[in-house]
Structures are given as C-alpha cells and as structure tokens.
C-alpha cells in the first residue's frame, strides 16, 4: 500500500472503531431505575400495610419480584404543583388522584405491584411517572413488563430456589449475567436491611437502564441492561426472606 493518505485514513479508521469497541465494553449511560423489591423483605418492616398483613405464602409476590417503579435519573415531580407535592410527601398515598388505567393494565399492575393496596402507584406517577413523557398507561404497562422479563428469568429462579436461604453477589450478578447478557450484573445495585430476626435479608433490587426504557418501541430488558452503565453491587450477601413475620 503506496498512498501514505490511505494508510492514515485506514489509520484512523481502526482507532475510532477500537474507541467505540472499548465505549460498549465500559457500557452506556443509566438514565433510568428498575426497582424490583423482594415484598417478604419490605414487609418485615412494614407489617401494617394491606399489602403485608394479607400477605401468603402462596401469593405471587411472596415467590416473585415485585414492581416498586421505574425511576428517571435525577428527575421527579415534573409539572407537579406544589400542593400535590406536599400532600405525596405527607405518605397518605390513597388520599392523592386516582390513576387513569385501561382495565388490562390496572389488573397487570395490582399483580405485579402489592403497593398499590396503599397508593403506591399514585406516589409513583405523581413522583417519577410525570417526567416520563408517557401516559399513565404506557408507563405502567412498560414498568409491568420489564418487571415480567425478570420474573421469567434465572434471577427469579433463583431466588425462588433459595428462600430461607443466603444468596452472594457474585451468585446474583452470574445469574444476571446468564439472563441478560455479559455484564448485566455489573448494572445492579442490591440493598439489605436487618429484619425482625436480625438476619439481614435482601430488599430490593435496583437495575440501570438505558434511555431506551420509556421510548414505546418495547426495548427487552436485555437491551435496556447492556445500555446502562456500571455501578457498584451494594450489599454482597442476604438471606431471600420468605412470606411471614
């Protein structure tokens, strides 16, 4: 190869293709937050709430992640006015606006998240839904789904398989991994908290995605994963809670 301008072009070429290489390797930006708590956990310390006093052990959510929301980064209460604010902060959630639902998503999120037996999903549309750029509806039919793909995935077999039991991060995070991809356990955030018992038990789960998750193309849970950036894990090991006080 003679022509020294086509030996720098080609050059150059392969740097700007190994920059992008080393820029998917290190991940995207995480611009919003699956949270998906482990309800048993939560309700150790929050007895009192409907969601937990009628709580089984044949329940769906006793075995399964539940949907606590999906969060915008470093956004909430948009357009929200100051006394709808105030009255959220307050926590009597069932005393806010009801949220408008088609019937097929109101029965998908009462399934997927307990809370809403206390208002929660009131909380969370007036919190983060609203700067979402969504409707209602399509805001909750996506957090619904994205916290379905993780009920179908190893990580909920998982922690099925093990209640009662200690789970480590590094169990997690391979679990994550064989789910959504290489890294997808580099992208979760997992919290503890001492229960009644003093075991620490895991609480929640909170998952980074990409810009994609509220853009109504119906990105996968995987996609979303791999778009994110890395965090650090959190908590390294917790007993998985099982229903009851």
């Not at 391979?174 to 009644?196: E, I, L, N, T, Y």
């Given at each position: 190869?003679?022509?020294?301008?086509?030996?720098?072009?080609?050059?150059?070429?392969?740097?700007?293709?190994?920059g992008?290489?080393?820029?998917?390797?290190?991940?995207?930006?995480t611009?919003?937050i699956?949270?998906?708590?482990?309800?048993?956990?939560?309700?150790?310390?929050?007895?009192?709430?409907?969601?937990c006093?009628?709580q089984?052990?044949?329940?769906?959510?006793?075995?399964?992640?539940?949907?606590?929301?999906?969060?915008?980064?470093?956004?909430?209460?948009?357009?929200?006015?100051g006394t709808?604010?105030?009255?959220?902060?307050?926590?009597?959630?069932?005393k806010?606006p009801?949220?408008?639902?088609?019937?097929?998503?109101?029965?998908?999120?009462?399934?997927?998240?307990?809370?809403?037996?206390?208002?929660?999903?009131?909380?969370?549309?007036?919190?983060?839904?609203?700067c979402?750029?969504?409707?209602?509806?399509?805001?909750?039919?996506?957090?619904?789904?994205?916290i379905?793909?993780?009920?179908?995935?190893?990580?909920r077999?998982?922690?099925?398989?093990?209640?009662?039991?200690?789970?480590?991060?590094?169990?997690?995070?391979?679990?994550?991994?064989?789910?959504?991809?290489?890294?997808?356990?580099?992208?979760?955030?997992m919290?503890?908290?001492?229960?009644?018992?003093?075991?620490?038990?895991?609480?929640?789960?909170?998952?980074?995605?990409?810009?994609?998750?509220?853009?109504?193309?119906?990105?996968?849970?995987?996609?979303?994963?791999?778009?994110?950036?890395?965090?650090?894990?959190?908590?390294?090991?917790?007993?998985?809670?099982?229903?009851?006080?």
């Amino acid at each position: 190869m003679s022509n020294p301008f086509l030996r720098t072009a080609l050059f150059l070429i392969a740097i700007t293709a190994a920059g992008t290489a080393g820029a998917q390797d290190a991940g995207g930006r995480t611009r919003f937050i699956l949270a998906a708590s482990w309800q048993p956990a939560f309700c150790e310390t929050n007895q009192r709430k409907p969601e937990c006093s009628s709580q089984t052990k044949d329940r769906f959510d006793a075995t399964n992640f539940s949907l606590h929301g999906l969060w915008p980064m470093r956004k909430d209460y948009c357009d929200v006015s100051g006394t709808l604010r105030t009255a959220d902060k307050e926590g009597d959630w069932k005393k806010l606006p009801e949220v408008e639902l088609s019937a097929e998503t109101k029965v998908a999120l009462e399934k997927a998240m307990p809370g809403t037996q206390s208002g929660l999903e009131r909380h969370e549309w007036i919190k983060h839904g609203t700067c979402t750029k969504m409707s209602a509806d399509d805001y909750f039919a996506t957090s619904v789904r994205l916290i379905d793909e993780l009920n179908a995935s190893p990580v909920r077999d998982l922690f099925a398989a093990n209640v009662g039991k200690s789970l480590t991060a590094e169990a997690i995070k391979a679990a994550f991994d064989k789910s959504f991809g290489p890294g997808a356990g580099d992208r979760v955030k997992m919290s503890c908290r001492r229960a009644g018992g003093g075991d620490r038990v895991i609480n929640e789960l909170t998952i980074g995605l990409s810009e994609d998750a509220t853009s109504n193309d119906g990105a996968s849970l995987r996609d979303l994963i791999q778009g994110a950036g890395r965090t650090s894990f959190g908590c390294d090991q917790g007993v998985v809670d099982a229903a009851g006080f």
